[in-house]
Structure formats: structure tokens, C-alpha cells
């Protein structure tokens, strides 16, 4: 299954969980930001990792269940960015490339999923 479309999404997710611990890193330290760093860190960092899972599943039922995961995981960031946002009105202009890339991820790992369903 390896090739260079997966190379490219692995270093993207990758490259995206770096930027979150940049941001999360950034951030004042607070009883608040300290919890939602936490869970943005950790299911940023999530997303890669179980997108590179899905590039050694087992089968289709396993790689359609990783990439559903990683997908999942995507959609678990956004949702803890824009609480980091709500927390961190003056970092607002920052988070607008991270909140989009986290949205293009998700929609990559939609359009494979996709596309494998239907074959």
C-alpha cells in the first residue's frame, strides 16, 4: 500500500501535529489551557498515527476502520481548537491556518474512505 500519495499525507499529518504542539506550547499557562492543550495534542497527534496504521492494515475492513479513527481524530481537533480559541481570543488570527488544515485533513481521509467503500 505504500506510495507517494501516503508518503505525502503522512508528513502532512505529521507536519500538522508539530504546528499544534508549536501552538499549544505558545499558549499562557492556565488551568484551562492546560486541559485543552492536552486533548488537542493528543488527538492531533493521533490523526498521523492512525493514518500510518492504515498504511499497514490488515485488509480493507481495517484500513477503511484506521482511516475512519484518523478521520475521527481530525474532527476531535477542530473541535478542541476552537475551544483553545474561544480561551485565547487574541491568538484568533493564528488559528485560522491550523483550524483549515485541520478541515483538509478531514476531508482527504473522507474522499479516501470514499473512494475505498465504493470499490
Known sequence: MEN?????????TTEFAKRVVRLCTSLPKNSINNRLTGQTVGSAGSVGANYREANDALGKKDLIMRLKI?????KETMHWLDLIEEANPEIK???QEIKQEASEIK????SIINKIENK
Open 107 to 110: 476531508n482527504i481521509l473522507s
Open 70 to 74: 484518523a478521520r475521527k481524530e481530525s
Open 93 to 95: 488570527s493564528r488559528m
Open 4 to 12: 507517494k500519495h501516503n508518503f505525502d499525507l503522512e508528513e502532512r
